[in-house]
Nanobody, 126 residues
Framework: QVQLVESGGGLVQAGGSLRLSCAAS????????ITWYRQALGKQRELVAR???????DYADSVKGRFTISRDNAKKTAYLQMNSLKPEDTAVYYC????????????????????WGQGTQVTVSS
């Protein structure tokens, strides 16, 4: 009944830019904190950027000054603008919402906790 779908990944040369989107679908009432993670092949998943519903943000040190997280609550979409990309940014990028309030088929209010999208591949060539 609720989905998070990432898009915008692809292949880009070092120094280039990409903008990832994370769109929530369903009868969404509110989305709490949205976090972008990434996982490179053979490595652990790491937090990239996070934005609360109030607009507070956190970034991994490795992306500060290059990546910007934003959200459009009306569109139920979050974004990750990635500039000055480096080969080490290559990874599958996932968005996650710690809590999504939505209306289910019966008209009741439900909460989806720790909800994840399917990921989008970002590849940065040197």
């Amino acid at each position: 009944q609720v989905q998070l779908v990432e898009s915008g990944g692809g292949l880009v040369q070092a120094g280039g830019s990409l903008r990832l989107s994370c769109a929530a679908s369903g009868m969404i009432l509110s989305i709490n904190t949205i976090t972008w993670y990434r996982q490179a092949l053979g490595k652990q998943r790491e937090l990239v950027a996070r934005m609360t519903s109030g607009g507070s943000t956190d970034y991994a040190d490795s992306v500060k000054g290059r990546f910007t997280i934003s959200r459009d609550n009306a569109k139920k979409t979050a974004y990750l603008q990635m500039n000055s990309l480096k080969p080490e940014d290559t990874a599958v990028y996932y968005c996650s919402a710690d809590r999504i309030l939505f209306t289910d088929r019966t008209g009741g209010t439900k909460a989806a906790v720790d909800y994840w999208g399917q990921g989008t591949q970002v590849t940065v060539s040197s």
